[in-house]
T-cell receptor, first 112, second 114 residues
Framework: GDSVTQMEGPVTLSEEAFLTINCTYTATGYPSLFWYVQYPGEGLQLLLKATKADDKGSNKGFEATYRKETTSFHLEKGSVQVSDSAVYFC???????????FGKGTTLSVSS | EPEVTQTPSHQVTQMGQEVILRCVPISNHLYFYWYRQILGQKVEFLVSFYNNEISEKSEIFDDQFSVERPDGSNFTLKIRSTKLEDSAMYFC????????????FGPGTRLTVT
């Protein structure tokens, strides 16, 4: 079945460091891909998405490119801030369904 | 900004008891979802609901689970006879559209079964 694998955390960075969180997927057809973020005590919020191959999703300085050839959707940010500390979830939605299929989540901790 | 709300934030129950988790989706949304996350594991899809019917469900969503939209604002998840392994964070979500719609999540209800 469809699945998402993302790098294990926690990821600990200093402010202004470069961030990469790896995400790969297994799916039939052409899924849509998402990154969600969860701040402490809050629900999951959509950070960015891409719906077809080579699309780049971007928001708040974060970017991810839908790479069908490597089945990947890695999250990147050039310069992280303390306020980016959160749990990041990679997810896919198959063309045929409504369900989001999530990875395990990666905790990011940024210190000043 | 409209948001999905969930009550209670934390529920403790004894094994074998029934629990009802409540959600108020965003008011103009038509699709509703439940997900759960067992501590340390993935967020897992349980069920989606549209037009007063289940539109999709996972293998997890067996006969002990049911969903209902009892009025125009609430969306509930009932677990009939809780087991220890039902302990998890339960997230409600809603969207305007089905397959193409962004899902907005609530903050979750932590269910602890003792």
């Amino acid at each position: 079945g469809d699945s998402v694998t993302q790098m294990e955390g926690p990821v600990t960075l200093s402010e202004e460091a470069f961030l990469t969180i790896n995400c790969t997927y297994t799916a039939t057809g052409y899924p849509s891909l998402f990154w969600y973020v969860q701040y402490p005590g809050e629900g999951l919020q959509l950070l960015l998405k891409a719906t077809k191959a080579d699309d780049k999703g971007s928001n708040k300085g974060f970017e991810a490119t839908y790479r069908k050839e490597t089945t990947s959707f890695h999250l990147e940010k050039g310069s992280v801030q303390v306020s980016d500390s959160a749990v990041y979830f990679c997810a896919l939605r198959n063309q045929a369904g409504t369900a989001l299929i999530f990875g395990k989540g990666t905790t990011l901790s940024v210190s000043s | 900004e409209p948001e999905v709300t969930q009550t209670p934030s934390h529920q403790v129950t004894q094994m074998g008891q029934e629990v009802i988790l409540r959600c108020v989706p965003i008011s103009n949304h038509l699709y509703f979802y439940w997900y759960r996350q067992i501590l340390g594991q993935k967020v897992e899809f349980l069920v989606s609901f549209y037009n007063n019917e289940i539109s999709e469900k996972s293998e997890i969503f067996d006969d002990q689970f049911s969903v209902e939209r009892p009025d125009g604002s609430n969306f509930t998840l009932k677990i009939r006879s809780t087991k220890l392994e039902d302990s998890a964070m339960y997230f409600c979500a809603s969207s305007e559209a089905g397959r193409g719609g962004e899902q907005y999540f609530g903050p979750g209800t932590r269910l602890t079964v003792t």
